[in-house]
DNA sequence: CTGATGCTTCGATAAAGGTCGAACTATGCG
DNA sequence: CGCATAGTTCGACCTTTATCGAAGCATCAG
């Protein structure tokens, strides 16, 4: 019975309250340093050093050197999409570590994941593609369609700029708050940095809460066929 | 940041080496009983017993009593597909399975539990019934939704004389050779009535084996969706 | 009833690992 | 160069928790 990757290593990894609390500030997709990392998590800098080096190690995190300074990402979309999942069944058990406040609902309605867009409205965006069949469901694959591409170029995305690249261009990832699929890949991040060019939505700073202004709600609406609420 | 749902304490529950190998044994969809899983696990019952009421508390996993057995599966979908993704980014791949039950491969196929189907055939219903929403999970109760007592009438099962009688509609049973859930309940009976009137079945006297016919074996399968292995 | 089996609870033990103070290295700034 | 800042390493606590023996329930078979 030793077969099988190994679970409980990667698995401890997350479990730690302090390493979690990093985890989930990287899914706002930036690079932190250390310091800040200690500081949000609330242990000192030796002790985030010391799980930051952890995480490297089992392949979690990405470290960058810049100077003085030692920037952590996550490693890659797959360390998103896991977290995203164990969110997903973490909220599912009820088990959230705060009463839901306002920040919770603007959580909610639109946040970032890793590097794309997720929360109820990216679910929604997600819904229309699918229905629209501007992308089709082969097998367990995303595929963009040639109508979907030709909306894609529609929005100013480069297309074969992102089919270049090594990272799959199209990938469902599971939105814990709504339980039903968004868009992520390269494609999806393409997205979201459109709405940004476009300041149909602003970050709103130490968080992962998305922002749309009036104008880009509307826009985003029309774009996608989403009835106002 | 101390948003979100608590990531830690779920990865924590998978995060313990005996833990972790119980969940592994688990993906096969087999429930498991808390020895069987001790054994397995490497550990003493008592702290498999242990560790199999976290998981249970952390809502991974559902029990079933049956007798004095304690039998436990994963409590659902979503956690298959988190532990999926654990072990993807775990890296490496690993399956495993156990022969359980009788060694006889016409009872493991179908055979009569109490006055209803068992089997692999009736595991394969039990999804299918589950998968087209005829049959909800409420808690621990089976639910006949309005489209699968539509299907049920569409069947010619009389619904009104088993509503009237005092045992349960449906019922969930634990099948000892696929150790997944079948049909039981006076709905379950009825269906396996209602298959030897149409004489897709016959009951092999002196055991508890049930024969298809040819084309009863057919007609089941399209009923069901069921794929020809 | 009695004995056997499956599982749970309790308590003591021991190992693991998170934590921080202090000392150390490395980089940047005047 | 000296000094400040960012991060790492080391060592010593100390909380957490996995573990198993022993005893206690619950269920089943005679």
């Given at each position: 019975m030793r077969e099988g990757p190994d679970i409980a290593y990667?698995?401890?990894l997350?479990?730690?309250p302090a390493r979690a609390n990093m985890?989930?500030?990287?899914?706002?997709?930036?690079a932190l340093t250390v310091s800040e990392l200690a500081e949000e998590a609330g242990v000192t800098i030796q002790t985030a050093s010391s799980h930051l080096s952890k995480l490297h190690t089992g392949g979690l995190l990405r470290p960058r050197k810049q100077g003085r300074h030692k920037y952590y990402a996550l490693a890659n979309e797959d360390v998103a999409r896991l977290l995203e999942g164990v969110m997903g069944l973490a909220a599912g058990v009820g088990h959230l570590r705060r009463r839901t406040g306002p920040k919770?609902?603007?959580l909610r309605h639109a946040r970032v994941c890793y590097n794309h867009l997720a929360g109820a409205l990216a679910t929604q965006m997600f819904d229309s593609l699918m229905a629209k069949r501007h992308l089709v469901l082969k097998g367990d694959d995303l595929i963009l369609t040639d109508a979907g591409a030709a909306f894609a170029r529609d929005f100013d995305i480069e297309l074969d700029v992102l089919h270049s690249a090594r990272a799959p261009l199209c990938r469902e990832?599971?939105?814990?708050?709504?339980?039903?699929?968004?868009?992520?890949?390269s494609l999806g991040r393409a997205f979201l940095i459109r709405f940004e060019e476009l300041s149909w939505v602003k970050r709103v700073e130490q968080t992962r809460i998305v922002s749309f202004s009036r104008s880009g709600d509307e826009a985003f609406r029309k774009l996608f066929s989403i009835e106002r609420p």
């Open positions: 990667v698995s401890t997350i479990g730690d985890l989930t500030l990287l899914m706002s997709g930036k919770d609902a603007q990832c599971l939105d814990w708050s709504e339980r039903r699929s968004h868009l992520a890949g």
